[in-house]
């Protein structure tokens, strides 16, 4: 397989402050952390940034519930951001359920400045764990 082929899945952890970002190996079985970004004006750009210096095809982002397993309000500001994401790219964005990520990530790492990259590491390994089990 050339490096064109390879392709790999872009993770995301979107807040109203920062976006977690974590990017599967070539082979969809693992994630890693890579970056936290403001959730700014420049945010649709960096990720499309990204989008293209990974060879990103698919895109796998949070969706955040309440414990009710209803949307909460973080859900709106998230879609809006997928559909500025289609604007440019092609890739599929999957909705990966997620729930008190970052919770589990200060539980285990402490606190950090990447632990909202580590919470999207998280969403993406579930998603590949999921897709790679069936």
């Known amino acids: 397989m050339s490096n064109s082929e390879l392709k790999r ?3 995301i952890d979107f807040g109203t402050k920062k976006v ?12 890693l952390p890579k970056i936290v970004l403001p959730n700014d004006k420049d945010l649709v750009y960096n990720v ?4 293209e210096e990974e060879n ?14 209803e949307e909460n ?4 500001d998230t879609k809006d951001f997928v559909e500025k994401l289609k604007e440019f790219s092609d890739a599929l964005v999957t909705f990966e359920p997620e729930f008190l990520t970052s919770s589990q990530v200060r539980n285990t790492q402490g606190e ?4 909202d990259a580590s919470a999207a590491a998280l969403i993406l390994q579930s998603f590949l764990d999921k897709r790679n089990n069936k």
């Not at 977690?20 to 994630?31: H, L, M, Q």
């Not at 499309?48 to 989008?51: C, D, E, G, P, V």
């Not at 950090?112 to 632990?115: E, T």
């Open 112 to 115: 950090s400045k990447m632990i």
């Open 20 to 31: 977690g970002i974590a990017v599967s190996d070539e082979g969809g079985n693992f994630a």
């Open 56 to 69: 990103i095809n698919e895109i796998v982002i949070g969706e955040s519930v309440n414990y009710k397993g």
């Open 9 to 11: 899945i872009l993770g």
């Open 48 to 51: 499309k940034s990204i989008i």
């Open 73 to 76: 309000l973080v859900m709106k």
